[in-house]
T-cell receptor, first 116, second 114 residues
């Protein structure tokens, strides 16, 4: 158990809908990362937050947005869903962003999104 | 573009054999190279990681070999066991433009045959 929690575990919805995925980082971790894992794309970095502020953006679509709240939990919002958005969405957390050094990321169990 | 290239895509090894997975990267600013293990239905879990100041790191049956000049690193699993059957991801990261996100390889599905 990594200490990172994600809800819900499974989500089934229809095209055009909007969903919210939730992540609680490990106790004490300030950074939260969101990744999308699909069969043909592997693990793709979406976005990173550090202590409430956006730090980096990866391959995140404009239909997707995220935020990190004062209690450090994070939400990933996916709107105008398309069939191709069906994937596993992982949240990871790390302690901090020390300059010049990578930081260990701990992954949650993921949310499996199915868009019908 | 794929910042980290991983091979092979799949690997079948006999129990007791050595599993070798290779990765290559381009960005010389990367300074952290972790390997993650993922079982079906689970999130990736950190297996072992290396920094570029050493050429090898060993933890139990798992060894990372790192070649800075070639910009390559590999995972060796000695005495492979059926319980090692999983998907393995290499990654590279470091502090860049105020962030330290990881770039992942495409994964290697390892099957260890009893």
């Amino acid at each position: 158990d990594s200490g990172v929690t994600q809800t819900p575990k499974h989500l089934i919805t229809a095209t055009g809908q909007r969903v919210t995925l939730r992540c609680s980082p490990r106790s004490g971790d300030l950074s939260v990362y969101w990744y999308q894992q699909s069969l043909d794309q592997g693990l793709q970095f979406l976005i990173q937050y550090y202590n409430g502020e956006e730090r980096a953006k990866g391959n995140i679509l404009e239909r997707f947005s995220a935020q990190q709240f004062p209690d450090l939990h994070s939400e990933l919002n996916l709107s105008s869903l398309e069939l191709g958005d069906s994937a596993l969405y992982f949240c990871a957390s790390s302690l901090r962003t020390p300059p010049g050094r990578g930081d260990t990321q701990y992954f949650g169990p993921g949310t499996r999104l199915t868009v019908l | 573009q794929q910042q980290v290239k991983q091979s092979p895509q799949s690997l079948i090894v006999q129990k007791g054999g050595i599993s070798i997975i290779n990765c290559a990267y381009e960005n010389t600013a990367f300074d952290y190279f972790p390997w993650y293990q993922q079982f079906p239905g689970k999130g990736p879990a950190l297996l072992i990681a290396i920094r570029p100041d050493v050429s090898e790191k060993k933890e139990g049956r798992f060894t990372i070999s790192f070649n800075k000049s070639a910009k390559q690193f590999s995972l060796h699993i000695m005495d492979s066991q059926p319980g090692d059957s999983a998907t393995y991801f290499c990654a590279a990261g470091g502090y860049q433009t105020g962030a330290n996100n990881l770039f992942f390889g495409t994964g290697t599905r390892l099957t260890v045959i009893p």
